[in-house]
Each structure stands twice: as structure tokens, then as C-alpha cells.
């Protein structure tokens, strides 16, 4: 019911831009070889993507949002804007922005949701979204509905990020960022109700390792409801899994994080 409400309320009911809407074709979880790279994935609904504009390079041109819409490829909504000269973009649509609103992306510009500038010139304690780690690459960081990233400090070229992981992290004050929170924070909410509805999203269906044969997962084997036999469970691989750091450790954005995210307590 949440979702259904939201989306009745905010959203535009319009087709999507056709400039603006391109066809992919799907691996479906598949290398080009055809065998399987990535488990659980295949079937689903056929969805043709929006090409959204992270970067918003247009700078001092004042944009007017001229629709709301449903992504299938996001978590979020996204909006279309037209610029002066007529031009229209996808972006990702913050919370609070309305058809009818003007935004802008410049160096520096007014603090409201939707407004794109350079970290330096944004106070402590704004929030912001669809961030740059490198400048004029575009944003990567921070896009998933309802979430956004805190200015914490400004200091030596670097701007101290709260992440929604809770991470701190510096990237530098001359990167873009959007201000505002990503829209559709109830999509967290969402409860899928059938298995119908998930494989329309093209997951296809799991199978518990504890239910195989031995030859097939290191979980398998036994009679009836027995335990894994191992001391920490394992891939289908052998690989050990849960609680096993997969960051790389000599990754070259290790230098930029101050703080580690605080991870979430067990529940028993």
C-alpha cells in the first residue's frame, strides 16, 4: 500500500521521453561464453533504460522540472528537466521536488533540494546525494532511494563525508554534488508478497546449500534437519562466506576513509 500511494501521489502520468530511453540487452546473469557467472538471475520483465544525467555539466542554465517519473532500472524516482535552450534530461529526483520547480548546477547556487554545486561551497550538516569521487567523472556515489551522505567538515582541499553506511569518508571540495535526499525513502518498506513479483524482477528462485548433495555445496549431506559441519559456512566454492572482508586492501580510496562504517549488531 505504501508504494501504491506514493507513486499515485508524486508521480506524472506521462510515457517515457523516447530521446531518453534506449534498449539493453540483458546477460541475465551469463558470460559471453553463455555459462552462469552470477547465480539466482533470468526471466523477468523486459525494461528499456532511462539515460540519466549524473554529472549535470549544463552549469549557470536554470532547469525547470517538467515531469516525475518511475525508473525500473532505480530504487528511486527520476525527474525530467528542460533547460532554456529547450534541451531536456533524465536526473535523480530528491525528496520535496515538484513539477514546476527551477533548479541549477553551478559552482556555487542556492541551498535547496535538487541544486547541483561544488562541495566547498555547501554548509555542514546539508545533506547531499549522487556525489563525485574524482571531478567532472560524475556522480557515482549516494543513489539509492531515501538515502543521503552529511557534510561534516571542510578542510585542506577535502570535504568530510558522513556516508548513509556511517562511514566518513574526504573527497575533494572541488567534486559536485546534489543537495538534497534521494526520493521513494519507502521503498525499504516494500514487502513483495508473492514469489510472483520477484521473478517479474528476474531473481530467480534460491536454493538453501543445507538442502543439497555434498557434491553439490559443502552445506549438503545428512538426514533430515542437520547442521552445516563446519566451523564458519562456506560458497558452493568452499570459500568462506559471512564476516569475510572482501575489500581489496590496497584499493586506492582506502587513503580517503577516515572513519569505518559501524557494523549492525546480530540478531539472536
Not at 552470477?38 to 549535470?56: C, I, N, S
Not at 585542506?156 to 548513509?164: K, Q, T
Not at 574526504?170 to 516494500?190: H, L
Amino acid at each position: 500500500m505504501i508504494q501504491e500511494f506514493t507513486t499515485k501521489k508524486l508521480l506524472t502520468k506521462k510515457e517515457p521521453e523516447k530521446r531518453l530511453i534506449i534498449a539493453r540487452q540483458r546477460r541475465k546473469g551469463r558470460a559471453r561464453s553463455g555459462r552462469i557467472t552470477t547465480r539466482h538471475k533470468g526471466g523477468g520483465a523486459k525494461r528499456l533504460y532511462r539515460l540519466v544525467d549524473f554529472q549535470q555539466a549544463k552549469f549557470n542554465l536554470p532547469a525547470k522540472v517538467i515531469a516525475l517519473e518511475y525508473d525500473p532500472f532505480r530504487s528511486g524516482f527520476i525527474a525530467l528537466i528542460e533547460y532554456l535552450d529547450k534541451e531536456r534530461r533524465y536526473i535523480l529526483a530528491p525528496q520535496n521536488l515538484a513539477v514546476g520547480d527551477e533548479i541549477i548546477s553551478a559552482e556555487k547556487a542556492e541551498i535547496k533540494p535538487g541544486n547541483r554545486m561544488k562541495l566547498k561551497n555547501i554548509p555542514v550538516g546539508t545533506p547531499v546525494y549522487n556525489i563525485e569521487i574524482e571531478p567532472g567523472k560524475g556522480g557515482v556515489l549516494v543513489r539509492g532511494a531515501g538515502t543521503a551522505a552529511t557534510v561534516l567538515a571542510n578542510e585542506r582541499g577535502f570535504v568530510h563525508l558522513e556516508m548513509p553506511s556511517s562511514e566518513v569518508r574526504k573527497i575533494s571540495e572541488d567534486c559536485f554534488a546534489s543537495v538534497g535526499t534521494v526520493s521513494y525513502p519507502e521503498n525499504r518498506f516494500i514487502n513483495r508478497k508473492k514469489a510472483g513479483t520477484v521473478r517479474h524482477l528476474g531473481i530467480r528462485p534460491t536454493v538453501r546449500g543445507a538442502a543439497m548433495n555434498p557434491i553439490d555445496h559443502p552445506h549438503g549431506g545428512g538426514e533430515g534437519k542437520t547442521g552445516i559441519g563446519l566451523k564458519h559456512p562456506k560458497t558452493p566454492w568452499g570459500k568462506p562466506a559471512l564476516g569475510v572482508k572482501t575489500r581489496k586492501r590496497r584499493k586506492w580510496t582506502n587513503m580517503f576513509i577516515i572513519k569505518r562504517r559501524i557494523k549492525k549488531a546480530k540478531r539472536i
